[in-house]
């Protein structure tokens, strides 16, 4: 098409030449409009530079009026696409919560035993040679007519240097197999937690004790030792436990292996059983509690039902990376 217009103005160009030159009209046209203004300028220089002065400020002012015009629009675009990106941000928030509330609840549904699923994030911070762990409730679904409390935050406080203890004997015993310094732990932790009366004992206590039975439990799986073969503490040390509700705890403190722990309490809750388990979900750690009914205790299959639903937490988590990812996608992370 842009051929034609080229063609079309060479034909133009070449007639409006052939009209000049050979026209009569055409040099009437010349004289009568032409030629005074440009052979017989009647106009001074001065009255020209005016006007080219007035035309340059006119065109100046004009320009600058498009700028600012260009300049508003800018702004404006870019507050517009900051609410557009801010509204997007929560809108993935609650599209983040949603996918998370359904894959719990498709994670409950799917295993009978299974009557809630809660997933926390854990903090771990030292302090003044304490060692503080905060933990936060994220989301967490549970089937009808079932009790269970979710801990909306929570603070465990502990003397940093029983925490290094721990986790050098557990790291000889888990490494190269030597219980050593485990035992020696336990003995010295059970010999401090033995001589303070049960109303005088606090969280750091129940934090202590968490350490003592986590040790206690690791020995007994290879070497049979348990809190019944150091005296007759384990009421008192149950009864602590279950005080300051250390089961997160001890989960936490097991890092990414499943750690199970039993409700004792004469209540509904009753031989309960809790699944815990410490992971990373996009660098961040996070701590899930699976609650199990008590009946599963009394199914032959208990064992490949543990297996099973191990197996599924394996699926969740690569469920959930998806979700975080996908969120992360849609608001341009």
Not at 137 to 163: C, D, R
Not at 177 to 203: I, Q, R
Not at 318 to 329: A, G, H, S
Request: charged share 30%.
């Amino acid at each position: 098409m842009k051929y034609v217009y080229i063609v079309l103005s060479l034909a133009f160009i070449l007639i409006f030449d052939l009209w000049v030159e050979n026209s009569d009209q055409a040099k009437l046209f010349y004289e009568n409009w032409l030629k005074p203004f440009i052979d017989e300028r009647k106009i001074s220089i001065v009255w020209l530079l005016l006007l080219g002065v007035v035309f340059i400020i006119l065109f100046r002012v004009w320009l600058n009026r498009k700028d600012e015009e260009i300049d508003n629009l800018r702004t404006r675009l870019e507050s517009e696409m900051e609410i557009l990106v801010h509204a997007n941000t929560e809108l993935s928030s609650y599209r983040l919560q949603d996918n998370l509330s359904k894959l719990l609840d498709q994670f409950v549904k799917k295993y009978p035993y299974v009557i809630a699923v809660q997933l926390y994030h854990l903090s771990e911070q030292n302090l003044n040679r304490n060692t503080i762990f905060k933990v936060n409730f994220i989301e967490g679904t549970v089937v009808e007519n079932v009790n269970i409390n979710a801990i909306h935050q929570l603070y465990y406080k502990s003397k940093s240097k029983y925490i290094r203890e721990f986790r050098n004997a557990k790291r000889m015993l888990v490494k190269e197999d030597n219980p050593n310094l485990l035992l020696d732990f336990v003995l010295d932790t059970y010999s401090l937690l033995s001589d303070k009366p049960k109303s005088s004992m606090d969280e750091e206590d129940a934090f202590l004790c968490s350490l003592m039975v986590l040790g206690l439990e690791m020995l007994e799986k290879d070497y049979q030792i348990g809190v019944e073969s150091l005296g007759n503490g384990e009421e008192k040390f149950d009864s602590l436990l279950n005080d300051y509700r250390t089961g997160l705890l001890r989960g936490a403190l097991m890092n990414d292996v499943f750690y199970t722990f039993t409700h004792t309490r004469e209540n509904e809750k009753l031989n309960r059983q809790y699944l815990t388990r410490l992971v990373k979900v996009r660098n961040e750690d996070t701590l899930f509690l699976i609650a199990l009914d008590a009946s599963v205790l009394d199914d032959e299959g208990y064992d490949d039902i543990m297996v099973d639903i191990g197996d599924g937490f394996e699926c969740l988590l690569i469920d959930l990376e998806n979700v975080y990812n996908r969120t992360i996608e849609r608001v341009g992370g």
